[in-house]
């Protein structure tokens, strides 16, 4: 600015502690010395120096940001495969990428993953095996029985050894629980409403109803069958059951209520435990084993989600199932 206001050969002194700042002129045949207070004086290249600051620094943040995107996306993928993990769904070619931190933790995740899917193996064929050892016991007895022929006594064991079968087939759907099958889309609006047919052809008065998307990816057997369990106990214990499924974009949510003498507060934990049957002195002979609401919230979270026991306001119990989309 001063070089083409003069143009003439100049020098700036600012050298010094002084808050002068000298500036001598070469005249044709003088020098011009002027001083002039430092805080009058600035440099014109602070704009051009704001302007490169700037420049850089965002050239910089743009980098950064690129650079982050690429290092959060492998992050994000492993967090949806441990998500449907966690809903008891296939995560298709995941594999570990991005930084060395983030490769250990990814593979880390499917080294779990691989142990949780080896011990649920591990379980189901042992479980398979001895259920399988006995019932060829069992079918054995009930052939020797066939032989013995007809008196009370006979039938009396007949009928223990029919109970007896009935058991190992529930703990043996216990104990396989879903493994091995696939979660699929299912039409849950459909799905209802067979159970609300088959609640009929047993004698109910069975109403259903469904509100939003019905298509829901679920493992369709099993997720079945953790509602018929909900269906059939309120079958056994009340006349009229009304089934409910509500989807939005979060939850599936499926309420059975019925209007039987429900289950007291303090229990409503306590039966969801394997075995455990409040009406063992209600009624004895209404053989159940008392694992079908332990085998219910074992799909259920199996799924990601969980079962809830509550008031209905047909006057007895609500069994509520929820499981993410
Ligand atoms: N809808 C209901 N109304 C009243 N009591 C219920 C209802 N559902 C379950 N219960 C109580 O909870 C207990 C446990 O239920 P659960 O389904 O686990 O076993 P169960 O029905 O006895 O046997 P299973 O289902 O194995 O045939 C039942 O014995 C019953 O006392
Ligand atoms: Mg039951």
């Not at 190992?168 to 629980?177: K, N, P, Q, T, V």
Request: glycine fraction near 8%; aromatic fraction near 6%.
């Amino acid at each position: 600015q001063l070089g083409r206001q003069i143009a003439r050969p100049f020098w700036i002194d600012t050298v010094g502690r002084s808050n002068l700042v000298e500036i001598r002129i070469q005249l044709d045949d003088a020098v011009m010395r002027i001083f002039a207070q430092r805080s009058a004086a600035y440099a014109s290249n602070s704009e051009i120096f704001i302007f490169w600051m700037l420049g850089t620094s965002s050239i910089l943040l743009i980098v950064a940001v690129l650079f982050l995107r690429n290092q959060i996306k492998p992050i994000l993928r492993l967090a949806d495969a441990a998500e449907s993990f966690g809903k008891g769904r296939e995560a298709p070619n995941f594999r570990p990428r991005g930084a060395r931190e983030v490769r250990r933790a990814a593979q880390a995740f499917l080294e779990m993953k691989s142990r949780i899917e080896r011990s649920i193996e591990q379980r189901t064929a042992m479980l398979a095996g001895v259920s399988h050892d006995l019932r060829t016991i069992l079918t054995r007895f009930k052939l020797e029985l066939e032989l013995i022929g007809d008196s009370p006594e006979v039938d009396g064991m007949r009928k223990d050894v029919d109970e007896m079968s009935g058991m190992l087939e529930d703990y043996l759907a216990f104990a396989r629980g879903d493994s091995g099958e696939q979660a699929q889309p299912t039409d849950m609006a459909l799905a209802l409403e067979e159970l609300r047919s088959d609640a009929e052809r047993n004698g109910h008065a069975a109403t259903v109803a469904f509100h939003g998307l019905p298509i829901v990816t679920v493992k369709p057997a099993s997720f079945k069958r953790c509602l018929a369990n909900l269906v059939s106990n309120a079958a056994r214990h009340a006349n009229a059951i009304s089934i409910t499924g509500h989807r939005d974009h979060r939850y599936l949510t499926v309420t059975v209520d019925d209007d039987g003498p429900g289950i007291p507060q303090q229990m409503r934990e306590e039966v969801f435990k394997p075995f455990l049957r409040l009406d063992d002195a209600r009624n004895q002979d209404e053989g159940g084993t008392g694992l079908g609401l332990a085998i219910a919230r074992d799909i259920a979270r199996s799924h990601g989600g969980d079962i809830m026991l509550g008031d209905s306001p047909m006057g007895g119990l609500r069994a509520t199932a929820r499981i993410p989309v």
